[in-house]
Each structure stands twice: as structure tokens, then as C-alpha cells.
């Protein structure tokens, strides 16, 4: 070769991500979607000024006005008590899509910390793996409703009703799904160290920390991706249960959960099921295929094909 | 210093290795597999050591020993005058550079995720503070003196052959300047005609870059080619430690012997002439070796005290060491050249 063509200076690795993340078709249009679902709940309350919340005080006009399909004025219908019910799924959009996001975050980041200090650690292997079972036998549900009861109050006071409720509902429910990732990530990470790769980054004196950054965490975020993506999912449900047994939000105050949930109770009107029922099939599909393509985007080996 | 001769850059004595076996309900230690089990040798400063064997006889695990890739049970490893045996965690890191490794499996030995570039620059980062563009110089050259193009710089481990792919892993061994190279069954997973390039690779680098090789391999005519002295282990001991033209011409161990002549002949009048040993049984577990010599089971020459008496290695010809009980009455007078008497010893060991 004596062609004098000039030699690329090593590219970062998030570039060549990100060009392979931009020909999955499936997770481009997630993206999209995710992004309308964003500006919808975030953008759309500063143009749709309808009142989300406080009911009419006009008794008459509350009544007549109740349970309306779509019109111009109210694009999405109102609910049984006339609130306008765009204003509340964009309200509702923004807390659920919030604590579906964080939880999921939480829940991965304690199942990834805990699953690779398992796998990595003979040492603690043993009592972290029982940590992880205790975990897994407990029921999740009634721990849930005992960890918001007893420490919910103390959370609203201190970051005032509808934040505080927020952070006790994800603290909980990250706290109560990290199982499954943890699980994952140990079995994955007891196979990878004993790769000649991972012996010959400590022949070269890397330490635990950089080889578990470096070598060891890119090799399980393929399983840790797709657990995450099912997990925003189960977040969401699991607020709305929450809302609904009178532990989560106020019961006036909407979630996606919590408004599929009342609309479900009351199937006279099934249009007001549809909307917050779409609104979470959307975001958990389309942060599927975002799951999906980060994935491949990831994997060298997938890469440019 | 004295002036007596090359001096040993890597000495190891009595190096064992041994690996806990736990077992029933409580996971109780009930023994050992003694993968390594009182090894000695030196390799002097520019020369390759060959280490030959068969697959189990604890020759990778000797490799990675040296490089305390495992805590070893006992013994002492020196390399560059320091035991690396018993370096704390900081000092066996800044030793590190010293001592590098080449991997068998040039696929599994690479980390899928990364690009060559950082796969090399590893090292680097590691142990350097170096700018970026310092880093970038020395991938380069790296990369140069393996014959790798430096387009392939962004290119990941699967985008190569598996020549290639050893040639990114000798890179990554060189960064650093070490001394002290093992090169662990390095050819074991490459196609013939890739092997003698890679070979070839490993040799020119020595002779550039005055590196000393521990060369592991199964491959006797390979060893024959590159190492200076060969050492033929089994089951976790050295059976015969030899330079190589005289044990290839002439192997004194029974086990080296057997092992030596299944070394294929490409001469097909002398490969008729060929009289091969086939060794009956298998090799006894490491876990429970014989009591005697380890290699009593399988021996042909075998007599009494062989099952209940270990051999030392012991020096039974200029610079040759053999661990047998067949050479034990020889009288160690300084510059005895007794080929044929060592014969007749033979003779003497296959009629009992």
C-alpha cells in the first residue's frame, strides 16, 4: 500500500454510536416519538392553559359539562368531573414519564452496582446474592405500600405533597426492581472475568476499577438495556397502582396510571381510557426500540451492517 | 555483578501452585490440584525458553504464575532482582511494565468493544501521563513494528484476521518496553502458514528490542525453531531442562524422549525410519500424583525406586538438568561428556 490517504485520527466512540444508533430505523422513530411525548407534556402546558386539577365551582356548568367527547375546545373530551383531559394527560404526562424514567434509573444503577460487585467479588458474591433473594421473596407490593406509608409523610414535609410523593414513589419502586438487572449483570460478569481479555488487562496492571469500567460494564449493557426498557413500562404501572390504593399522588392529581386506571373503573366512556392508554403504549414501544437500538449501536459487531 | 557469564533476568525456584479443591455440604478444603508443583529454572537476559508439554501438565498456569496473574502457593519468582511473588499491590503494578504477556486465543484475548487503537493505548493509559498525541505517536509506532497499517487504527478486534489479531496483542505486550515476555501457547489458535509470520514477528522483535521470551507451547517443532533451551514438563514439574539442540538430538528424560519422538518428520525416507513411543494410560490426575516420580505410571523404563521416591531436577550433563532417577548414580564430574554412557543407563532402566 502506497497510497498516501490520510490516516483518521481515532474517532470517539459516541460518534460511531451515534451514526449507527441513526440507521435503526425502529429507534429513530422512537426517538421522534419520545421527543413529541416530551415537548407534549413539558411545552404543551405553556400554550394549553385549561385547568388540569380544581374543579369548576359553577355546580350547573361542572354537570352539563362533564364527560364530553373531543370538540374543538376540549381537543381530547373531559373527564367526569369536566376537567379538560388534555390538560391532564399533559400534566399526568410529565409525573408519569418522570418517575417511569428515574425509577428505572434507580433500579438499574442499584442492579448493575449490586450484580457487579457480586460477579466481580467472589467475597461478596455469597451475601449479596442472599441480599438479592430476601429481595426477590418478599412481597413487593404490600413493601411498597409500607415503605410510602411509613416514610412518605416525612418525604411530603420535607420536599412539600406532590415532589415528596415523587421521590418516595421512585425511591420505592427502584428500590423494589432492581432484582432482575442484579441477577443478570452477576451471571454475565462471572463470565466475562474469566476472559483472556480481562486477565490480560490485569497482566498489564489495570486496576478492579478500570477493568470493571472498562471491560467488563460494555459487555453487559446489551441484557441491562433491555431490562431497562421493560422496566420504564412497570414503573409506570406501578405508580399508578400506588395512586390508585391511596399511597402514590392525590387522587385528583393526574398520572397516566392513575387516569387509565379511574377510566378503567368506569367504562361508560372508553374514549377516556384510550388516551392515557396510548399515551403509555407509545412511550414504552418506542423506548423499546430506542432500548434496541442503543443496543446495536453499542456492539462493535453489529456495527456497519 | 560478577562477570560470570549472562545474568538470569527471570529466576524461579521452587514455584508451586496450587489450586484448593472444596467439596461436600460445607465446602470444605479436602486437597489440591497441584497444577505447579516445585518448579525451578532461570532465563538468562535475551534468550527464549521453551516450555513444552502436554495440555494439563500446568505450563500456562506456570506463565501466568510469573506474572502473578495467580497468588502462588509458594515459592520465589525474581524477575529484574525483584520477587514478584511477594510485591504489595502498588509495587506489583509499577512492576507490571517490566513483565508483559501474549494470549493464546487472539479473539478472546482482545476486548470486543474496543478499537485497536485503545486496545494498545491501554497500557499506556495505564501507566503513562502522557498527552494524547504523545499516546497517538507511540500507537503508531507500535502498530509500525507489528506491521499492522496504521488505517486500522479505529477498527475493532473482529474486523481481523487471527494474525492480525496476535499481532494487535504482541502490540499491546510492547507498549510498555517490558523485558520479559510469556508468550502463551501464541500460535496455538493460528493457521500454519500465519504461525511461522507471527513466529517470525516475536523473533525479529527479540532480536530488535532485546526481549526475553518464557515461549508455552504444544508445538515441538515450533519450539525447536524459536527457544534457545527448552524445559519438558509433566504434571506440574520439569521432567528435562535442556538447550534445545542437544535434547532434540538426543533427549535424556524418559517422558522427553517419548514426548520428542512424535514430533512429525517432514523427511518421508527418515519418517519410515521413525521409531515412535507410545506411552500407554493416561496421565494420573495432579490432584492425587503418584508418590513417586510423577511420570512412574507411564514409564518405560520405570523400576522400584522410581514409585517411591521423587527425582530432583539435577544437572547431569553441561547445562542439562533432568529429573530422573535413571541418571542418579552418575558421578557429577565437571565436563563428562557421556552420551553413550547415558545410553547404556537406558538399557540398563529397560530391562527391570
Redesign the interface.
Known amino acids: 500500500?502506497t497510497d498516501t490517504?490520510v490516516?483518521?485520527?481515532?474517532?470517539s466512540?459516541w460518534r460511531d454510536i451515534w451514526d449507527q444508533f441513526r440507521t435503526h430505523k425502529g429507534a429513530m422513530l422512537g426517538l421522534i416519538v419520545v421527543g413529541m411525548l416530551l415537548t407534549f407534556v413539558i411545552i404543551g402546558p405553556l400554550f394549553w392553559r385549561a385547568e388540569p386539577i380544581l374543579v369548576d365551582p359553577d355546580a350547573a356548568k361542572m354537570i352539563l359539562g362533564r364527560n364530553k367527547p373531543p370538540t374543538w375546545d376540549h381537543p381530547f373530551g373531559t373527564d367526569q368531573v369536566a376537567r379538560d383531559i388534555m390538560a391532564r394527560l399533559m400534566l399526568g404526562g410529565k409525573v408519569s414519564l418522570a418517575v417511569g424514567f428515574v425509577a428505572m434509573a434507580v433500579a438499574i444503577f442499584v442492579g448493575t452496582l449490586i450484580g457487579v460487585l457480586a460477579g466481580y467479588f467472589r467475597r461478596l458474591d455469597g451475601p449479596l446474592m442472599r441480599l438479592t433473594d430476601l429481595f426477590l421473596s418478599l412481597p413487593l407490593l404490600p413493601l411498597l405500600l409500607v415503605l410510602v406509608f411509613l416514610y412518605g409523610q416525612a418525604m411530603r414535609n420535607a420536599f412539600g405533597i406532590n415532589l415528596g410523593t415523587f421521590f418516595i414513589i421512585v425511591i420505592g419502586i427502584g428500590l423494589t426492581s432492581w432484582m432482575q438487572v442484579a441477577r443478570i449483570v452477576r451471571g454475565q460478569v462471572l463470565a466475562l472475568k474469566e476472559?483472556?481479555?480481562v486477565?490480560?488487562?490485569?497482566?498489564?496492571?489495570?486496576?478492579s476499577t478500570?477493568i470493571i469500567l472498562?471491560?467488563v460494564l460494555?459487555?453487559v449493557v446489551s441484557p441491562v438495556m433491555i431490562a431497562a426498557t421493560l422496566g420504564i413500562a412497570n414503573a409506570i404501572i406501578t405508580e399508578s397502582v400506588l395512586s390508585f390504593l391511596g399511597q402514590g399522588f392525590q387522587p385528583d392529581f393526574p398520572t397516566w396510571g392513575s387516569m387509565l386506571n379511574y377510566a378503567y373503573n368506569n367504562q361508560t366512556y372508553p374514549i377516556q381510557m384510550i388516551w392515557p392508554g396510548v399515551a403509555i403504549s407509545l412511550t414504552v414501544l418506542s423506548v423499546n426500540y430506542i432500548g434496541d437500538g442503543l443496543r446495536d449501536a453499542?456492539?462493535?459487531?453489529i456495527?456497519g451492517r | 555483578m560478577f562477570d560470570d557469564g549472562p545474568r538470569p533476568l527471570v529466576q524461579v525456584q521452587d514455584l508451586r501452585m496450587y489450586f484448593p479443591i472444596f467439596s461436600g455440604i460445607f465446602r470444605r478444603h479436602t486437597g489440591d490440584v497441584k497444577a505447579v508443583d516445585g518448579i525451578s529454572f532461570d532465563i538468562v537476559e535475551g534468550e527464549t525458553l521453551g516450555l513444552v508439554g502436554e495440555s494439563g501438565c500446568g505450563k500456562s498456569t506456570v506463565g501466568?504464575a510469573l506474572?502473578r496473574?495467580y497468588n502462588i502457593t509458594s515459592g520465589r519468582v525474581i524477575i529484574d532482582g525483584e520477587d514478584v511473588a511477594s510485591l504489595g499491590p502498588e509495587a506489583?503494578?509499577?512492576k507490571?511494565?517490566t513483565m508483559?504477556?501474549v494470549?493464546?486465543?487472539p479473539q478472546?484475548?482482545?476486548?470486543?468493544?474496543?478499537?485497536l487503537?485503545?486496545i494498545i493505548g491501554?497500557?499506556l493509559n495505564?501507566?503513562t501521563d502522557w498527552s494524547t498525541a504523545r499516546k497517538?505517536d507511540r500507537i503508531?509506532e507500535l502498530m509500525d513494528a507489528v506491521g499492522l497499517?496504521?488505517?486500522f487504527?479505529?477498527r475493532?478486534p473482529?474486523e481481523f484476521s487471527g494474525g492480525q489479531r496476535q499481532r494487535i496483542?504482541i502490540a499491546?505486550a510492547l507498549a510498555?518496553n517490558p523485558k520479559f515476555i510469556v508468550c502463551d501457547e501464541p500460535i496455538a489458535a493460528l493457521d500454519v502458514s500465519i504461525q511461522a509470520q507471527v513466529v517470525n514477528l516475536l523473533e525479529d522483535l527479540q532480536e530488535k528490542l532485546g526481549l526475553t521470551y518464557l515461549f508455552i507451547s504444544h508445538d515441538l517443532s515450533m519450539v525447536r525453531h524459536i527457544a534457545d533451551r527448552v524445559a519438558v514438563m509433566y504434571l506440574g514439574r520439569i521432567a528435562e531442562l535442556s538447550p534445545r539442540d542437544p535434547l532434540y538430538a538426543k533427549p535424556l528424560h524418559p517422558y522427553a524422549e517419548a514426548l520428542l519422538s512424535a514430533v512429525n518428520e517432514p523427511d518421508p525416507v527418515r519418517a519410515a525410519n521413525r521409531r515412535r513411543i507410545i506411552l500407554t494410560g493416561d496421565v494420573p490426575s495432579p490432584a492425587n500424583p503418584p508418590k513417586g516420580c510423577n511420570f512412574c505410571t507411564r514409564c518405560p523404563k520405570v523400576f522400584d525406586r522410581c514409585r517411591t521416591e521423587k527425582p530432583e531436577l539435577r544437572e547431569v550433563e553441561t547445562g542439562r538438568f533432568v529429573a530422573c532417577h535413571l541418571f542418579d548414580d552418575k558421578p557429577q564430574a565437571a565436563g563428562s561428556t557421556g552420551a553413550s554412557e547415558a545410553n547404556e543407563r537406558n538399557q540398563q532402566g529397560v530391562t527391570q
Open positions: 500500500m490517504s490516516i483518521e485520527a481515532p474517532r466512540q476472559q483472556e481479555f486477565l490480560a488487562a490485569r497482566s498489564i496492571g489495570t486496576g478500570n472498562r471491560h460494555p459487555n453499542l456492539d462493535p459487531r456495527r | 501466568r506474572l496473574l506489583l503494578r509499577k507490571r511494565p508483559q504477556m494470549f493464546q486465543d478472546a484475548s482482545l476486548n470486543p468493544r474496543m478499537t487503537a485503545r491501554e497500557p495505564e501507566h497517538l503508531y497499517n496504521r488505517r487504527a479505529n475493532y473482529h496483542g499491546r510498555l
